[in-house]
């Protein structure tokens, strides 16, 4: 997206605004203004204008300037109805130089998880992958992911969908303790505490990319992966969608909202402290029995808080361990069997 529409994007969402007064702000001549607000309601957008000058009365339900117009956050988004992985085309725009672009996708084809595992993303979904270059060391990483979780939580609730976060950062609803978490595979896999399945349904995910030196990040891509308005039965077994928990949702509004909370958790100036505090408001893991598969063990207890950079602490038999990396599964209480 040029610059020119951006910022008539931006003036147009402030109020109606004057023919003349647009092209001074925007730098360019009226006949420019009147060209760039064309291509606008050839988008789909519907533009009035009368007294007190252009006013957009409609906004198309999706697309590239559908999110960016009215959006309060520093980004610029890029488009596509189908893609392969937002992720993998956010490391093309990094390895080019580009920042705080969020790529967004109706589709995607390949869409990635973590751990190396296929994430579906039909048509319907917010599939969106922030691209930042944060002057951050590498170990602050993290807190980006936890607050990915949190911006998806407030859209989500405030779509009415009472989402919490499994640690580190995967989007619930309904979790009541445990069960197949929506990424294909079985959570129930014995041990001394049972899972309680009829509990979590998986909303959302996010796979965190970077590159960088020791001490500080030169890139960062979080891609986030929300069941919009999607029929579970295009996603894996333990899957929900906002579509099945409330109804059709509108994305551009939502993501809007999610982009503008993971801004103003993680952006320029921000204290990135306060990711903690909002990521335990709204985590459904503390107070928990779990059981985290680490790289070399499992660790089973209650979690009883999380700590910088988002590692979680788990109260055991044999005392107070800090985990940094796994899966976690939430287990019923022994007590509640
Ligand atoms: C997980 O739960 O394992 C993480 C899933 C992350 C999926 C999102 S969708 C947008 C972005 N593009 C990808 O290919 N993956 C992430």
Redesign the pocket.
Known sequence: MNETRRALLDALAAGPVEGPALAQRLGVSRAAVWKQVEALREEGFSIESGEGGYRVVDVPEYGAAAIQFGLDAPYEIEYHDRIA????RARELAADGASDVVVVADQ?T??????K?S?S?PSGGV???PLVRPRRPPAEVPLYTLAAAVAVVRASREAGVDAAIKWPN?VLVGDSGGGDDG?GRDDDEGGEDEVDRPGAR?LA???TEMEGEADRVSWLVV???VNANVDVEDLPPGATSLRAEVGDVDRRVFLQRLLEVFAELTGEGADLRGVLDAWREHAATIGRRVRVETAGETIEGDAVDVRFPGSLVVRTDDGERVVHAGDCEHLRPAADR
């Open positions: 992985s937002t992720n993998d995607q390949g869409g990635r998880g973590r751990l595992r994430f993303s599939w969106a992958s995967d990424d998986k995910g996010i796979l891609g986030i992966g």
